[in-house]
């Protein structure tokens, strides 16, 4: 699902792979669907998920609407969505909620460190390296869409930066040790949300990748 989400030659094929990524965390948190709290992080991870998907949905009948295409080529080369305009704050923030609530940032963030019921390999690599950063490829492999919608992308800058601050606090006051890194992830991502609202894709990209080896090593050494 996340080689199908990052290789995807247009929005469709995109879709599919983040909607396949969503249903893979829902089950594999549900691992140990014996206990209560396992399942309830389950359905609390693939409601919120469900919701970031409906607004990408969205996003993407108005592109089809407007440019007749879900080809990255055709829709990023067309006029047709004007800078600033309506349709372009709408298309903006429903691939925004989309990606906050992928990658976890305020105000979807709530089921990420409930995920941690899953075991913990999965949670090294789909809550930490893989499945989590997909908002923010999301928002880098979209860019063009964003920037015809400045202020949106600037809102998916100071939501990442409200999101630092808070998981960092929260992390505080953790005593369970997986928890205590989920929200350090949700932290770190928040990060590279400031750096793609601020329109720097590459130092964005550059941290997901480190993120991503630090993070699993992180979770594998806790488990």
């Known amino acids: 699902s996340m080689l199908l989400l990052v290789e995807a030659g247009n929005l469709v094929l995109l879709l599919a792979g983040w909607g396949m990524v969503g249903l893979s965390s829902y089950l594999l948190i549900n691992f140990w669907h014996q206990r209560a709290s396992?399942?309830?992080?389950?359905?609390?991870?693939?409601?919120?998920?469900?919701?970031?998907?409906?607004?990408?949905?969205?996003?993407?009948?108005?592109?089809?609407?407007?440019?007749?295409?879900?080809?990255?080529?055709?829709?990023?080369?067309?006029?047709?969505?004007?800078?600033?305009?309506?349709a372009a704050v709408v298309i903006a923030l429903g691939l925004l909620g989309g990606a906050l609530a992928k990658s976890a940032q305020v105000p979807l963030h709530t089921w990420l460190p409930d995920a941690m019921e899953g075991p913990t390999p999965v949670s090294a690599l789909i809550?930490?390296?893989?499945?989590?950063?997909a908002g923010v490829y999301l928002i880098a492999r979209t860019n063009v869409l964003f920037e015809l919608a400045p202020d949106i992308q600037a809102l998916g800058g100071i939501l990442g930066g409200v999101t630092i601050l808070l998981a960092g606090l929260v992390a505080l006051v953790q005593t369970d040790i997986k928890r205590v890194i989920a929200y350090s992830t949700m932290s770190q991502i928040g990060y590279m949300f400031?750096?793609?609202?601020?329109?720097?894709?590459?130092?964005?990209?550059f941290h997901l990748m480190t993120h991503a080896f630090f993070k699993a090593l992180l979770f594998m050494a806790a488990g």
Do not use: C, W
Request: aromatic share 10%.
């Open 194 to 205: 400031v750096a793609v609202g601020l329109g720097a894709y590459g130092p964005g990209m």
């Open 38 to 86: 396992a399942v309830a992080a389950g359905k609390k991870a693939f409601i919120m998920n469900a919701f970031g998907d409906a607004t990408f949905v969205l996003a993407i009948f108005l592109l089809i609407q407007r440019t007749g295409s879900v080809e990255f080529d055709a829709v990023f080369r067309t006029d047709v969505v004007e800078k600033g305009s309506a």
């Open 127 to 133: 809550h930490a390296a893989t499945m989590v950063t």
